[in-house]
């Protein structure tokens, strides 16, 4: 019998939607994991995909599709490490196991420009802390063509995927790839600081679904109830940001955690229509009128 790519999506959406497993990881539907998986291994792009539904597979390709569903349901391993992409912010990112899944809530704030807090048609400098697969810094490189934007992380493994990831994207020129434990190798100042960093607490790591345990955990866990990377980050800031330059950190649906360690302090949460949440922005000015505080919490005990 001839299978058409339209029986192989209904086909692997009717068996993945019947299964437990979690979505989350840079796609939230079955739809979406099963487009990802006949992108793979049809090797089409979205579009042309949707435009040949009649189009016939092989038998070698709807035997690959199960094999790689009856992985995904099996062992729960996200899809994007299976297929070794992931789509983030409209654009391609490779990915493996040392790197977080792209799924950032900052693609909106990207869509958005960063408006009205910057004007990245200007020339401005970007550096993206944290930047595992490279995917917020890159994206941002892609779309505002006067932006000159580092990346740093300090795992190796996941800058050379960002290194990869940025010439496939041709950003090679615009992109600087720093290895650095947050700002220790950070030199200069930035007009716009982005950072996704840990921000787990490891109790609640413990209780993830299983598909978290094939993400590197130090890309998720953060000591001080998840809160001690995101908070070093608020502290050092004002030194590598230029006058006018401010900080958006995200700290995802740990945002009360947050707001609840400095009840003084008021936090400014982006508006995410998107999906998502807790993405805080901060100006120079005030980063070193609240530092005092974030110094405090570093220094005290807290678990
Ligand atoms: C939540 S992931 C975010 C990755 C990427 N920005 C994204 O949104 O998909 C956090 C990243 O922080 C990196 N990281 C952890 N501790 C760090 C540190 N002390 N200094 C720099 N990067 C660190 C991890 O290697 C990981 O790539």
Redesign the pocket.
């Known amino acids: 019998m001839v299978t058409t790519i339209k029986d192989l999506f209904k086909e692997s959406l009717d068996f993945l939607s019947q299964q437990h497993v979690f979505y989350g990881h840079g796609v939230e539907v079955a739809e979406d994991e099963v487009i990802l998986l006949l992108m793979f291994v049809l090797q089409e792009d979205y579009l042309t995909l949707n435009a040949k539904p009649e189009q016939v597979v092989s038998d070698e390709q709807v035997d690959h599709v199960r094999n790689i569903l009856q992985k995904r349901v099996e062992e729960r391993i996200p899809m994007a490490y299976l297929v070794g992409f992931s789509v983030f912010a409209g654009l391609q990112f490779k990915v493996n196991d040392r790197?977080?899944i792209?799924?950032?809530p900052?693609a909106e704030l990207i869509d958005l420009g960063f408006q009205p807090w910057l004007a990245l048609e200007e020339p401005v400098a970007v550096l993206?802390?944290?930047?595992?697969?490279g995917?917020?810094g890159l994206a941002i490189a892609h779309y505002f063509k006067s932006t000159q934007v580092d990346v740093?992380?300090?795992?190796r493994e996941?800058l050379a995927l960002a290194q990869m990831n940025a010439q496939e994207l041709s950003l090679n020129k615009r992109v600087t790839v720093i290895e650095?434990?947050?700002f220790e190798n950070i030199t200069r100042c930035y007009d716009l600081l982005v950072s996704?960093?840990?921000y787990v607490d490891e109790k609640e790591y413990e209780g993830l679904p299983q598909e978290f345990a094939y993400e590197?955990k130090?890309?998720?866990v953060s000591n001080k109830l998840g809160m001690e990377?995101p908070v070093k980050i608020l502290c050092e800031s004002p030194d590598y940001l230029s006058e006018k330059g401010f900080l958006f950190l995200e700290v995802g649906y740990n945002d009360e955690v947050l707001e609840g360690l400095f009840p003084d302090i008021p936090f400014e949460w982006i508006d995410l229509s998107m999906g998502g949440q807790g993405i805080c922005v901060f100006s120079r000015d005030d980063l070193l009128k609240y530092r005092s505080q974030f110094k405090q919490f570093l220094q005290n005990d807290v678990s």
Do not use: E, K, M, Q
């Open positions: 790197v977080l792209p799924r950032s900052f993206d802390l944290c930047t595992g697969s995917c917020i740093s992380d300090i795992s996941a650095s434990d947050l996704n960093p840990p590197p130090s890309a998720l990377i």
